[in-house]
């Protein structure tokens, strides 16, 4: 498949260590953040999400952690394996009446073997 | 599979024609929104559509439109095209219009305009 973004940022990690994914967001009347996962050739998938009113939500192996007042997101990825190799976005819905999900520009996770 | 269907997947045209990408959205899904990713833009929000009626517009040009049909499928049109519309250009649904929910996404539509 083709690669998306080649001048993303890029986090080399090893498998079997934790991996975070920073994200700043841009607006501060944002109420909705989503992480997506894409994999080369894919459309983005869905990974998890957080309401502004939380400051941590746990899935399974990822956490999600929202810190408005330095308008802040991060995905913890537990345990990275190479399936977890992707571009992975953070997203910010504007909310209200302009309801636009907005993408950041992506960060390249590498997992070495 | 998200359930999202979009055609053609690959498109390869001219400068200055007109091509119209389709998106059938999940079952039940009455949100239809409209990505444009390219390699140094990221994903661009375009426009959304909720049960047939524009809910919200992003960075959309004058030269794209786009609508929802009453069976819910939708097409993005793009006209009088430039080197620069070269993209992959996806198509996401949701069932709610609000944004708040998941975004389930297609495959996309890769675009190259020679």
């Known amino acids: 498949g083709e690669s998306v973004g080649l001048h993303l940022p890029t986090l080399s990690v090893q498998e079997g260590d934790n991996s975070i994914i920073n994200c700043a967001y841009s607006?501060?009347?944002?109420?909705?953040f989503i992480w997506y996962k894409q994999e080369s050739g894919k459309g983005p998938q869905f990974i998890i999400d957080?309401?502004?009113?939380?400051d941590k939500r746990q899935g399974q192996r990822v956490t999600v952690l929202l810190n408005k007042t330095v308008k802040h997101l991060s995905l913890q990825i537990a345990a990275t394996q190479p399936g977890d190799s992707a571009v992975y976005f953070c997203?910010?819905?504007?909310?209200?009446?302009?309801?636009?999900?907005?993408f950041g520009t992506g960060t390249l996770l590498a997992v070495q073997p | 599979d998200s359930g999202v269907t979009q055609t053609p997947k690959h498109l390869i045209t001219a400068t200055g024609q007109r091509v119209t990408l389709r998106c059938s959205p999940r079952?039940?899904?009455?949100?239809v929104y409209w990505y444009q990713q390219s390699l140094d833009q990221g994903l661009q929000f375009l426009i959304q559509?909720?049960?047939?009626?524009e809910r919200a517009k992003g960075n959309i040009l004058e030269r794209f439109s786009a609508q929802q049909f009453p069976d819910l499928h939708s097409e993005l049109n793009l006209s009088s095209l430039e080197l620069g519309d070269s993209a992959l250009y996806f198509c996401?649904?949701?069932?709610?219009?609000w944004g708040i929910g998941e975004l389930f996404f297609g495959e996309g539509s890769r675009l190259t305009v020679l």
């Open positions: 996401a649904s949701s069932v709610v219009g």
């Open positions: 997203a910010e819905n504007y909310g209200g009446a302009t309801n636009k999900l907005i």
């Open positions: 079952s039940g899904d009455l949100s």
């Open positions: 957080i309401r502004s009113n939380m």
């Open positions: 559509y909720y049960n047939g009626e």
């Open positions: 607006n501060s009347a944002s109420d909705y």
